[in-house]
Antibody, heavy 118, light 107 residues
Framework: EVQLVESGGGLVQPGGSLRLSCVAS????????MHWVRQGTGKNLEWVSV???????YYTDSVKGRFTISRDNAKNSLYLQMNSLRAEDTAVYYC????????????WGKGTTVTVSS | DIQMTQSPSTLSASVGDRVTITCRAS??????LAWYQQKPGKAPKLLIY???SLKSGVPSRFSGSGSGTEFTLTISSLQPDDFATYYC?????????FGGGTKVEIK
């Protein structure tokens, strides 16, 4: 079964750091572009970042310079290192696989919750 | 960034109704639009890609149309399992952007 499982969320103070992980099963992560998407409580979906199979990476403007996306193909895993966290980063973070036909997401994890608060 | 505007934000309907949701892009995105369904506490689920292509396994009562800047998602006969929030997403250009969502409620 194709599956994504996120972990690493939690409560962190403003200015702190957190590293999210996403383990893939049922497919080879290295052969897909992979995304992080977040959703604040009661809010809209917001795309955060993507890492392509060629090593290219893109970020939404609000996280540039603070978040870093990476992958460990040997562990079939995707990561999101989040530094200098702000209250507005509070959200459920989803790991998602990009379909081969374009930058839309055909497989999603269940999400991990990040809360930035003092 | 390309702005995606969905309407209505909330829609009240009954089982069996035909439902149409609109998504407008701030500039042309050709046919690079996807639709997702999300239920409370769950991850989004892909329904339609390339504006009108139905993902395998998605019921045929769902359909999408449009190109350029205006798109629609239609549910031909609303079923109890369809009460959820629906989002459009453009993938023409980074940053990828989502519409604000349309909540389909029971009338």
């Amino acid at each position: 079964e194709v599956q994504l499982v996120e972990s690493g969320g939690g409560l962190v103070q403003p200015g702190g750091s957190l590293r999210l992980s996403c383990v893939a099963s049922g497919f080879i992560l290295s052969t897909y572009d992979m995304h992080w998407v977040r959703q604040g409580t009661g809010k809209n979906l917001e795309w955060v970042s993507v890492t392509g199979t060629a090593g290219d990476k893109y970020y939404t403007d609000s996280v540039k310079g603070r978040f870093t996306i990476s992958r460990d193909n040997a562990k079939n895993s995707l990561y999101l290192q989040m530094n200098s966290l702000r209250a507005e980063d509070t959200a459920v973070y989803y790991c998602a696989r990009e379909d081969r036909g374009g930058a839309y997401m055909d497989v999603w994890g269940k999400g991990t919750t990040v809360t930035v608060s003092s | 960034d390309i702005q995606m505007t969905q309407s209505p934000s909330t829609l009240s309907a009954s089982v069996g109704d035909r439902v149409t949701i609109t998504c407008r892009a701030s500039q042309s995105i050709t046919s690079q639009l996807a639709w997702y369904q999300q239920k409370p506490g769950k991850a989004p689920k892909l329904l339609i890609y390339k504006a009108s292509s139905l993902k395998s396994g998605v019921p045929s009562r769902f359909s999408g149309s449009g190109s350029g800047t205006e798109f629609t998602l239609t549910i031909s006969s609303l079923q109890p399992d369809d009460f959820a929030t629906y989002y459009c997403q453009q993938y023409n250009k980074y940053s990828l952007t989502f519409g604000g969502g349309t909540k389909v409620e029971i009338k």
